[in-house]
């Protein structure tokens, strides 16, 4: 971002995570609370790209070794004749997706704790940081009344 930038930035979809990656504004007086704020919201954004990557390359693979098993137990390639890729229906990609997503139950059940946790803590920072704000400015308007 410029330097004379005063917001957040987001760039564009992480390949690997396919999250938009953030990168924070930082106040030149940034008070305590408002960086822990920003930190949390940091960390936040890093659980959230290693969770979203490792769980993408994972299905991803997992998903061209079911393609290769399907496709070999049938007597087929994984190229036809024209060189394209050759794919399965749709019934048999199902079974797949139900046996990841059961496979991952408790990883996704972690992660969504997870999730909630550092939402919470997100938002009560935010709660705390509004509420030093507000107090800063009532000071300052009656300093200045």
């Not at 005063?6 to 030149?28: A, C, E, M, Q, T």
């Not at 969770?51 to 098993?69: D, L, M, T, V």
């Not at 991952?104 to 972690?110: E, P």
Request: some cysteine; overall charge positive.
């Amino acid at each position: 971002p410029p330097a004379h930038s005063r917001n957040d930035w987001i760039g564009p979809p992480d390949k690997h995570s396919n999250l938009r990656p953030v990168i924070f504004y930082v106040p030149p007086e940034e008070s305590s609370l408002e960086r822990r704020l920003r930190e949390a919201r940091q960390e936040a954004q890093a659980c959230d790209q290693r969770f979203w990557a490792r769980h993408n390359r994972a299905f991803c693979q997992e998903k061209e070794e079911f393609i290769y098993s399907r496709l070999k137990a049938k007597g087929l390639e994984m190229r036809d004749e024209t060189g394209q890729k050759a794919t399965l229906n749709a019934e048999e990609m199902a079974d797949f997706y139900k046996d990841f997503l059961s496979k991952n139950f408790r990883k996704h059940m972690q992660y969504n704790r997870d999730w909630y946790k550092r939402n919470f803590t997100i938002t009560f920072l935010m709660g705390q940081v509004a509420l030093a704000r507000a107090l800063r400015w009532l000071r300052w308007k009656k300093k200045n009344v």
